[in-house]
């Protein structure tokens, strides 16, 4: 399921990156889109990278990188701005499932 789930979010990724280049109704929105998206396709291969050795630093990665790209596509789409205040929480998550798959491969 893991391998499901990174696979469908780096299509995503894909998607929001190619519409930031081409489709986005403002600079600000089309670099909300590129930075979702980066974000986003990179955490969805480490996560098919981890999904052996690291589950949970794997699923961290997957829903870090969800709550973080999701809030800057929605804002890149209209939505409220306050969400701004909510991908702080994805980057954290972010940064916990690479500390957890540290931590899983140190302790091998």
Known sequence: MIGLIAAISAALAVAAG????HGAASPQAAEWLRTGGLYQLIHA?????????????????LVGAAIFALTLYAMAFGGP????AVTPIG?????????WAGWSYWRG
């Open 45 to 61: 291969v480490a996560a098919l990278v981890l999904m052996g050795q690291a589950r949970g630093a794997a699923v961290t990665l």
């Open 91 to 99: 980057g954290t998550l972010l940064i916990v499932g690479w500390l």
């Open 18 to 21: 190619a519409f930031g280049a």
């Open 81 to 84: 701005r306050w969400l701004g």
